[in-house]
């Protein structure tokens, strides 16, 4: 039995190194409270190789942890969490549940720890991650670059005056004692000025933000999609974003069917489950009364700002 064993070994180590993929190098452990990260350069984290042996990687389960080759941006309130578990439906999309923030806010730990976080991929698969705070972030843009000029981006948009109600309903269920949506809104309600430094109506500028993803990434690298579409024909939106990552078609109609109390679709048999899945209760909140003539005036605002976004894009969202 020893000799059998040996012989495996051996076989193996020389020709399961084609069918198995290496592993990755262990990240740097996240510091204690007061005590600073891990610091390393990209260029040497990037370079790094993977030391894991063939057997080992077999041992520890298939697959390698890769830095990821697409990356849900944004937006905020715009639908991100819909589209991403819509996508992990799809066999060869593997991808991080909860928001990793390494661009904005966990950049100092370095890629090995951000790569530490992504699922095991095989030959042919896409490991995606969703931030949706990475849209509005300055300097998010350079770093994903950074790591990878090819990674391919998606924004989910949505009404820019709908989403700020949405933000704001959120905010008001974990602080039900914030001032009114109407008092935020301007920085001086009598003349009308629209106070563009709250985040709720400063995220809604979509044409600003992807100013500066443009520095780094040409626009046939960011796909669009549109919030509303992503409600009313989740089909039809997914079958845009399998194309823009190069994945067959399987994600189609047959996996959703749409809720009617939360007024939005959900699947049918959601990753690794045969039961439907919805999302949970922090989605599909009922927004609260607004003002109408303060809607009237933030539409008001937004449309120049709109139409300059879909002459970027080369798409009209129809917001107006």
């Not at 990037?46 to 990356?71: E, H, M």
């Not at 699922?119 to 300055?138: A, N």
């Amino acid at each position: 039995m020893f000799f059998l064993w040996l012989y495996m070994f051996y076989s193996c180590a020389g020709s399961c190194a084609g069918l198995v993929t290496r592993g990755s190098p262990a990240p740097p452990r996240a510091a204690p409270p007061g005590e600073p990260a891990e610091e390393s350069s990209v260029e040497e984290q990037r370079a790094a190789p993977d030391t894991a042996s063939p057997i080992s990687s077999f041992f520890n389960g298939s697959g390698t942890k890769r830095l990821p080759q697409a990356i849900i941006i944004g937006v905020k309130k715009g639908g991100t969490r819909a589209l991403l578990e819509f996508l992990r439906v799809h066999p060869d999309v593997r991808a991080v549940g909860a928001e990793p923030h390494f661009f904005d806010r966990n950049y100092e730990r370095g890629l090995a720890w951000y790569r530490d976080l992504m699922p095991r991929t095989l030959e042919g698969q896409i490991t995606m991650e969703k931030t949706p705070s990475y849209f509005v972030t300055k300097e998010a843009p350079a770093r994903i670059s950074s790591m990878s000029k090819g990674t391919k981006l998606i924004v989910v948009v949505r009404d820019p005056v709908t989403r700020a109600i949405s933000d704001y309903t959120q905010t008001l269920s974990k602080k039900p004692d914030i001032p009114t949506f109407e008092s935020l809104t301007f920085k001086n309600r009598t003349t009308g000025l629209i106070d563009t430094s709250w985040s709720a109506i400063q995220i809604g500028i979509y044409a600003k933000h992807l100013e500066n993803w443009l520095l780094y990434f040409p626009i046939g690298q960011i796909l669009f999609v549109s919030g509303e579409r992503l409600i009313s024909d989740p089909a039809g939106e997914l079958g845009r974003v399998q194309d823009f990552l190069g994945l067959k078609r399987i994600i189609t109609d047959k996996h959703f069917y749409f809720n009617k109390t939360k007024g939005f679709p959900c699947l049918k048999k959601a990753e690794g489950s045969s039961k439907p899945h919805c999302l949970g209760k922090t989605k599909g909140r009922t927004h609260p009364d607004i003002d109408q003539e303060v809607v009237q005036r933030l539409r008001d605002f937004y449309r120049p700002f709109n139409m300059k976004f879909y002459q970027m894009t080369g798409q009209d969202f129809g917001w107006d």
